[in-house]
């Protein structure tokens, strides 16, 4: 990342001479309203200092650079905006986009470059909109791993990613290759994930791993957008989702699981997987199993409202996909209700790829129509999702000693929970990417 000595100007000219970010040793942030964690009251008039990558100091009022003898500091004015905590989001693909324009036959004529070349624009939409850390749930070709490190050496602007790589899946399950002769999509193939029977899946978990996977990704159950009239019903037998979670938390991964159908979830919920994405078809007694469990929903709200207009605007879209989406997409509001009023533990996550990338907020917005306070939607793409990564000492809220991953917006969220769809200000691990 290019680093820009900012004592020879201020930061706005400097923001615009960079190609996407500015770093100084010392930053302070003086910010009029902030949001440090979501159990705590706004505070107003606040100074944050930082070093590097974390928060060193917060002191309330707005001090100068003098008064906290760190004459080299560079002040970024905030006195406007309330700041909170970067946002995470647990579900996304950032190598791919839903483009109901694109050329049928992209799987057939591109290389793994292509993914990645096209990933550029989608990672930067993604930490532009606020999201300074995700979970990437699934991509071809271990292209999100290069991806990832690019981002880590600042080569390229993008969120923090924790990655699962290629999917886990029963041959012809979700995230199998579907839609052509049975040779060519083996030619194309499902990828390193592809599995069946207990040692094999013990395989696949494995060479995800060895392929770089920090957290594993199975397709529990049937999906809605794989192009086979299959259902959403459990896919994998109980052995091989037992075999599969054990040996990643053996090798001290986590386990998500993509999961509508409820004996689906039930399953993959009793072989002790971590947390369950979309969750579409819940009731009573799988409730009682998720908090028996201690496991997360990431309900994905945005995914089942994004593909309920696509049926209705496209009509090439292949009918066992779109018959499966007039199945699932009613019963999401329904189940996410139910987990929220019997206080299963939930972390934001939006499947974005299924929608634009950088359309993230959008989420908060179904959260809080379904029931949550606005206060508990940013916990759940704060605090929560730091949680479920594991990242706690270092993510999730704006305390002395966790990343510098902070974000502003014009107006109090807590008040209006739409305005998180207009991020004016983005820091990740003490790096300015948007002024
Ligand atoms: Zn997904």
Known sequence: MKKINLKIGTLSVLVSLCTFSVSADTLLIHAGKMLVGVEQAVKQQQTIVIKNDKITAIEAGYLTKEQLNLTDATIIDLKNQMVLPGLIDMHVHLTFERDTKRNPHQWLTEYEADDALRSLKYLKRTVDAGFTSVRDLGSRYQVIFPLKRAIERGDIPGPRIFAAGD??????????????????????????????????????????????????????????LSNTAAGVNQQFTDDELTAIVNTAHHLGRPVTAHAHGTEGIKAALRAGVDSIEHGSF??????????????????????GATVKQEVLENPNM????????????????ASFKLALKNKVKIAFGTDSGVSKHGDNAKEFELLVNYGMTPKEAIKSAT???????????????????????????????????????????????????KQ
């Open 167 to 224: 999917m886990i899946t029963p041959t012809g399950g979700h995230a199998d290759m579907h839609g052509y002769r049975r040779d060519v999509s083996q030619a194309i193939g499902g990828g390193l994930g592809v599995c069946n029977g207990a040692d094999d899946c013990t395989r696949a978990v494995r060479d995800v791993i060895k392929s770089g996977a920090d957290v594993i990704k199975i397709t529990a159950t049937g999906g809605v």
């Open 282 to 303: 819940l009731d009573i007694d799988t409730v009682k199993l998720f908090k028996k469990q201690d496991a997360y929903l990431i309900p994905t709200l945005l995914a």
């Open 318 to 333: 292949p009918k066992a996909i779109a018959d499966k989406v007039e199945f699932v997409a009613p019963k999401m509001e």
């Open 383 to 433: 605090v929560e999702a730091a949680k479920l990564l594991g990242q706690s000492e270092h993510l999730g809220d704006l305390s002395v000693g966790k990343q510098a991953d902070i974000i502003s917006v014009n107006m109090n969220v807590l008040d209006n929970i739409s305005e998180l769809r207009n991020v004016r200000f983005v820091m990740k691990g003490g790096d300015v990417l």
